[in-house]
DNA sequence: AAAAAAG
């Protein structure tokens, strides 16, 4: 085990971290840097939560040279969130060298970010748009950059950023710099950029089994749709989670559950990429605060985030990205704590958790649906924890008197199980009635016929065989018949072809 | 197909 100690640190980072209580390093720390401190080039390979912040923001912290005003690091992170992240964390580790590192972001009044890069940071967390923006108007100049950090490389290819990313790293005008990439995989195209913008860069692997989920629970129920949101209800009821995130497919869905949620009576705020950025700041604030018991988040959410305390991960969507599956439960059971992911799915989507299962290499759990009863248990277990613990803060001397005075006249057990009953929530039954339930469905110009299409859609994977039906079915059509049956393999045929 | 990001 290797300790922050053993790596040589400036005195301010040593004492920052120091400050924030880190010790050992983790696997992708201590591997990488020692290298990033010999000035290489580097690409490591490793998912969030391994503690990648930290091992770029020290040799990122340490290439800062005081006596210069210009900004000599640049993060580039794929959403808002993560580089808000990212500057937050290197503002803790860079505090006590005096290293100030600015988020910058769209969404956000850019007359606002102009006025704080005057403040002269020696680092800037950004996303690759806004980044792009500034450096158009000259008002971030990459002429002093020393170290430049791609954060979640695959992920800003997956969303369409490589283009952007080429495009910002050919403006870095500096003649030396440093080059750090952090990507979870390493697909052909990050591959290529490494290759032509990175100078013979040392690679860094942590290995699988690092990366793995080990203090997540994983188990999954079999529901129907229209079950979903009653066994959210009950999950919550029952498990009754510190902080909780619930990830849903869409925007909308995303809208309809926290209206649901709140109908039943739960603190819950949503987050996904049509708020406005003030909202998704402050739903994020909120519940890192804990006043807000359960953010419901589109996959914007999923990656990177860190917040402590998040107990429990819902799927109520099976992510349709196995990878996605990773990041959204890697955001409980962080910092050694215990987490606990439920995946809500469908009897059609069975197959879909296989193949997630291939990747995690480990079993989801099969839970069955909690019953009714399992939710009044539930609660009065709550009960009884929350009279305990008042118990146990011996903070009610006022009421004692009172106690005595009843005591004369009622039975002690009677009057602790009344309390008891008091306490007991009531399951909350209020009608809620979820409106995007999209499956993964034909866009066929038929959609009422609801029965076929089911039937249609169970039998897709062996849409290979209907190919030779369909042709079948052309041979028909040169006859110059339209039978019903050929128009519903036309349908099919279409079908296979979206598929695709 | 959806999500993310520049207005």
Known sequence: MKKFSDFNLSKELEKAITAMGFEEATPIQAESIPIAFTGKDLIGQAQTGTGKTTAFGIPLLENV???NNGIQGIVIAPTRELAVQVAEELNKIGSVKGVFTLPIYGGQEISRQIRSLKKRPQIIAATPGRLIDHIRRKTIKLDNINTVVLDEADEMLNMGFIED?????????????????FSATMPPRIRSLAERFMDNPEYVKVKAKEMTVKNIDQTYIEVRENQKFDVLNRLLDIQSPELAIVFGRTKKRVDELVEGLKKRGYSAEGIHGDLSQAKRDQVIRQFKEQMVDIMVATDVAARGLDISGVSHVYNFDI????????????RTGRAGKKGLAVTLVTPREVNHLKSIEQLTKKKMVKEPIPSYEDVIAGHKQEAINSLTKIVEENSYSEYKGIAETLLNDVDSIDLVAAALKLLTKEPDQTPVKLTDIAPLRSKGPRNDRGGSRGRNDRRRPGGRNDRGGRSGGDRDRNRGERSRNDRSRNDRARKSKTSK
Do not use: C, N, W
């Open 319 to 330: 992510p349709q990205d196995p990878e996605s599956y990773v990041h959204r439960i890697g």
């Open 165 to 181: 990313i080429e495009a910002i790293l050919a403006e870095i005008t500096s003649d030396s710099h440093q080059t750090l990439l």
């Open 65 to 67: 040279d005081m006596s």
